[in-house]
């Protein structure tokens, strides 16, 4: 297993070299998820981020984007403690990190569920990433796509759209508070 | 600087339309022009509606793709779609290949995975066309997504087929890298914001607990 998410993070930082780090290049984001292939919460995969940790630290993205609109996701301390420091140099010599801030695109909606998500909920989800993060590291978005597989969606159109608003939502009432 | 910056994953809920104009793509029975006049609406649409909701990064909402990474058929010389009932028979372990299928509630028909049939190379960029179209839309910062080595260099692999084009895995490892590679640089050339990778498959590794079982991504 350890050698699979080795190799995992040797791949995508030989993909993103010298892009990642070069002025006025692209962001580069890392999705990860449990699967987006059925509607059944009990089939979809379960568990915090904690084992990936060895690989995802190694890994020179930018921002990790993750779920955590659901429980299945785990608690944010545990990305908030290992990712939200600085990106890492591709070959370490005088220094270990690049002055890169990590960043989190924080899940905050399911995108497989009919019930929309408040803008108050979504406030609250990051207010608890505001622990480790700071506002400028943040990014809402939802968990995973809406649509997916060819001829089988997992959700319609006027929920997606009810979704994405209430996260612009919950951006301007967090903007209001947390802003300068 | 901003702060709590919105945005999306990447896929956007698909249209009877556009189910439809997939479906006819993948029978042959449509032409690309014809294709991309339904995927075009779909993706203005897929926009304003971000926009009026008030969005920061866009996203185009992957119509075009048959899903987010098989759609790599469509664009690379020695790749195959193939649906993972068509696969099912050149498993080495097919029963526990459809046990797992069932057990998950996986749609085996509805599933295609990119099988690597030959060496592999760009025939045209991956997400190119997609970012261009859905930079003429808005003024606003693009997101595009691509699949994730990792999930390329596991997917692709179906060693039936592949190992007629590479030694290894990791051999065709080094060509995945090298097609990324080429498209995360023609993307900053042409000054896309946010490149996402897909590597759903990673938690898969380390949470399903079944080391080394094929999974259907």
Known sequence: MGEELDYAAELINRVIEGIVDAPGGPRIGLHVCRGNWSTREDVLL??????????????????????????????IKVVGRALSGLVPVQSPGPASHTDILRELGLGVVNPRTTEVETPEEIVARAEA???????????????????????????????????????????????????? | MTIFTTTQVGSWPRSRRMLRALRD??????????FDRVADDEVRRTVRIQEEAGLDVLVDGEHRRDNFYSFVTDKLE???????????????????????????DVPASAIRNPTCVGRLSRREPLAMD???FVKSLTDRPVKITLPGPYLLTRSMWVSAYTKKAYASQREMGEGVVRILREELQDLAGAGCEFVQFDEPVLTEVVLSGECGRRTFM
Request: proline content about 3%; glycine content about 6%; overall charge positive.
């Open chain 1, 129 to 180: 990433a505001l622990r480790f993060y700071r506002p400028e590291q943040l990014f809402l978005n939802t968990d995973c796509g809406f649509g997916c597989f060819a001829n089988r969606c997992v959700n319609v159109e006027e929920v997606a759209a009810a979704k994405i608003r209430s996260i612009a939502l919950a951006a301007r009432m967090l903007r209001e508070k947390y802003g300068c």
């Open chain 2, 130 to 132: 997609d970012f261009r």
């Open chain 2, 78 to 104: 020695g790749a195959r779609l193939m649906s993972l009932a068509e696969m099912l028979d050149e498993m080495e372990d097919k029963s526990g290949f459809e046990e797992m299928l069932t057990t998950l």
């Open chain 1, 46 to 75: 379960t568990g915090d981020y904690r084992p990936l940790l060895p690989a995802l630290t190694k890994m020179r993205v930018r921002q990790f984007v993750l779920e955590y609109a659901t429980p299945r996701a785990g608690e």
């Open chain 2, 25 to 34: 793509r993948r029978l042959g029975q449509v032409t690309r022009a014809a």
